[in-house]
């Protein structure tokens, strides 16, 4: 077994790896499911694929840089476990440069996210899939064309359709990963909402999963106190009021009432 095999081996499932070409062929498959009604897509660039290789095939150990001599030293998974980590961080601020985000948007709702779980006492376990999770939270946008991504003004009702679309595109790029398919909750499920108007599926209540509605506060949170090319940052009372207002409508009250308060403003 190669070392980079180990994060695989963990779950179990030393079959189920999908190699760094399967893993292109797949993003190719669902950028060409995005075509319908004869939109265009726009192609990877070869930065981008590198970048899908990465994902697929996790790095080898030798990248991490060692621990120092009196430490504790690192196991083979878990050098593999880390090396990958730092991957998916590359991948999160590539996917933030290309949506033209907030620069350190993703880190933020991660480490908010993760605070946050940790409130709620989710196992240390399971936070390392919140964490990858909210890492890649907008991976599915990149079957998104550039011309809805990209647009100044509003979308069109047809885009919009198409934009949500991308926890779709998500699914079906993460699940065949068996160290990713963990993390799917939150690509998945983030823009799903408490009253069931979300979206792709409609989950209402606690039928969302518990990681993608604590995610969808930390993300609302972040993207309303920030700075956006159509408006600037609200301030922090005006969002407190419209996340209280909406408790039990777009958010889980309970978590709502766990948040507020982790929150400067």
């Not at 077994?1 to 062929?25: I, K």
């Not at 590539?94 to 620069?103: G, I, P, S, V, Y």
Request: charged fraction near 25%; aromatic fraction near 8%; charge should be negative.
């Amino acid at each position: 077994m190669a070392l980079h095999d180990y994060a695989v081996w963990s779950t179990g499932a030393p079959n189920e790896r999908v190699t760094e070409d399967e893993f292109v062929q797949l993003l190719d498959e669902v950028v060409a499911s995005a075509r319908s009604g004869q939109m265009a897509v726009r192609a990877l660039t070869d930065d981008e694929v590198a970048l899908v290789r990465g994902l697929a095939e996790p790095s080898p150990p030798a990248a991490v840089v060692p621990a120092p001599p009196r430490g504790p030293r690192l196991s083979a998974w878990e050098c593999a476990r880390t090396s990958n980590d730092v991957t998916l961080e590359g991948w999160s601020r590539a996917l933030e440069f290309r949506d033209r985000e907030t620069d350190g948007h993703a880190r933020r709702v991660t480490a908010l996210t993760l605070h946050l779980a940790e409130i709620l006492d989710i196992p240390e376990s399971e936070r390392v899939h919140i964490r990858r999770g909210a890492l890649l939270h907008d991976i599915g946008k990149m079957a998104i064309p550039d011309s809805i991504l990209l647009k100044p003004g509003a979308l069109t009702p047809q885009e919009w359709d198409t934009m949500r679309l991308h926890p779709v595109y998500a699914y079906e790029l993460l699940s065949p990963i068996a160290h990713l398919r963990p993390a799917l909750d939150i690509p998945y499920c983030h823009h799903e909402r408490w009253d069931g108007s979300g979206y792709p599926r409609g989950l209402q209540g606690e039928e969302v999963p518990l990681a993608a509605r604590a995610f969808m506060l930390a993300d609302v949170w972040d993207a309303l106190r920030s700075n956006r090319p159509y408006r600037l940052a609200w301030p922090g009372p005006r969002t407190v009021e419209f996340i209280r207002g909406n408790a039990g409508v777009l958010f889980d009250p309970e978590i709502v009432k766990v948040f507020l308060p982790l929150v400067p403003y």
